[in-house]
Each structure stands twice: as C-alpha cells, then as structure tokens.
C-alpha cells in the first residue's frame, strides 16, 4: 500500500514538473544566419516566458518575439529601451549620447566592413526617443539580419520570453 501512495506521488510530481516547464519554458530552433556567432542556424534555444515579467528586460537581453503584422517570429538582442534614444555612428551604439560597448559583436569584426552602419532611431522610426511599452532590437550577425531596422520597434506584449541558455 505504501509502495502504491509513493509511486502516485511520483507520477503527481513528474506531470506538475512536466506542466510547469511547459508553461514557463518553451524551446525555440534558430531559423537563419541572424544571430550568428552566438547561435547558429538550428541552434535549440529555451525561452523563458515568465521571467520578464518578474524582472525588467536589459539591454542585451536575448528575446524570442512574434510580430503582430506578420505573424513571424524571431529571436533577435534588445538594444534599445523604452526612453532611450539611440544611434550609431561608423558601427558604435550611442544610448543616451554615451558610447556603449558591444562585445558580443568582436569576433569578426573589421574595420574594413561596416556591420551596422550608421542610423539615428529618429530616421527608423520618426521618434528621437522610444515609447514605453516597445523595445529596438537587432541580429548580431548585422549584415544579415531582419529587426528593428527594417520593421521598426518591436511592442514590448509581442515579447515570448528571453533566452534561457547561454553559450
């Protein structure tokens, strides 16, 4: 009989984990040469759908998000902040008019090839600064990737969650 009550509660315990990780987290493939070289294509990723909530986003922070208009997804590095302004100038993030660091972006990178460019937020999207509730993101890979600048901010509700796994 105790054998039975133990083996119940190890089954109830087994599916209440199964449950929870499937409700906070949820794996993610990596379509595409976007975020190279932090992950390459087909790349298994866990997101983490709660944390955000819990904790604000930073910068940098990796999220998985579903565009309203389109209907895809994509996994891309928060860069801009709701009330930042940004720009970059010969491929350096300005936040607020300070220089800020990006060093995720120093493997491959040269002087001769310009990754991002040079952009004002206000030429993307007409707003000097960005508005509560959205976010300005972008692929590591530069060159090669779909984000903010080509379909602008990015609504903070239209986040999944952020990467779990680090690598």
């Not at 993610?28 to 986003?57: D, W």
């Not at 030429?123 to 779909?146: A, C, H, M, W």
């Amino acid at each position: 009989m105790k054998k039975r009550g133990i083996a119940l509660t190890a089954v109830g315990i087994c599916l209440l984990v199964i449950f929870l990780k499937n409700l906070v987290f949820v794996e993610y493939k990596v379509e595409g040469v976007s975020m190279q070289p932090t992950y390459q294509e087909g790349k298994l990723l866990s997101i983490n759908k709660l944390g955000m909530y819990f904790h604000s986003l930073k910068r940098f922070d990796i999220v998985v998000f579903q565009l309203e208009e389109t209907g895809e997804t994509y996994v891309k590095r928060v860069i801009g902040l709701p009330g930042d302004e940004i720009h970059y100038r010969d491929d350096q993030l300005y936040v607020n008019n300070q220089k800020v660091s990006e060093p995720f972006l120093k493997e491959g990178k040269t002087d001769e090839i310009k990754q991002t460019g040079t952009f004002t937020l206000e030429e993307i999207t007409d707003k000097t600064k960005i508005p509560n509730g959205y976010l300005f993101v972008i692929g590591d890979n530069r060159i090669q990737s779909r984000d903010s600048r080509h379909f602008g901010l990015v609504k903070i509700d239209e986040v999944i969650g952020t990467v779990s796994s680090k690598e």
